[in-house]
Protein backbone atom coordinates (compact mmCIF):
# COMPACT_ATOMS: atom_id res chain seq x y z
CA UNK A 1 0.00 0.00 0.00
CA UNK A 2 2.49 2.59 1.14
CA UNK A 3 4.79 1.78 -2.29
CA UNK A 4 1.26 3.07 -4.16
CA UNK A 5 1.55 6.22 -2.50
CA UNK A 6 5.33 6.69 -3.29
CA UNK A 7 4.89 5.31 -6.59
CA UNK A 8 1.90 8.12 -7.52
CA UNK A 9 3.83 11.23 -5.20
CA UNK A 10 6.65 10.47 -7.75
CA UNK A 11 4.14 10.33 -10.82
CA UNK A 12 2.91 13.30 -9.46
CA UNK A 13 6.33 15.63 -9.38
CA UNK A 14 7.26 13.99 -12.91
CA UNK A 15 3.81 15.92 -14.32
CA UNK A 16 4.81 18.67 -12.27
CA UNK A 17 8.03 19.16 -13.22
CA UNK A 18 7.10 18.49 -17.44
CA UNK A 19 4.33 21.42 -16.52
CA UNK A 20 6.97 23.84 -15.51
CA UNK A 21 9.39 22.74 -18.19
CA UNK A 22 6.23 23.15 -20.56
CA UNK A 23 5.92 26.38 -19.41
CA UNK A 24 9.58 28.27 -19.51
CA UNK A 25 9.83 26.72 -22.79
CA UNK A 26 5.86 27.69 -24.67
CA UNK A 27 7.09 25.30 -27.72
CA UNK A 28 4.19 23.22 -29.32
CA UNK A 29 4.86 19.88 -27.53
CA UNK A 30 1.33 19.50 -26.52
CA UNK A 31 -2.44 20.66 -25.75
CA UNK A 32 -1.16 21.97 -22.88
CA UNK A 33 1.20 24.19 -23.88
CA UNK A 34 -1.02 25.25 -27.19
CA UNK A 35 -4.19 25.97 -24.46
CA UNK A 36 -1.53 28.10 -22.82
CA UNK A 37 -0.75 30.19 -25.51
CA UNK A 38 -3.94 30.34 -26.41
CA UNK A 39 -4.65 32.92 -22.93
Known amino acids: MMG ?3 EAG ?3 LLA ?3 LLIARCYPTDVGPMT ?3 DGD
Open 4 to 6: KAI
Open 10 to 12: LWG
Open 16 to 18: GSA
Open 34 to 36: AAD
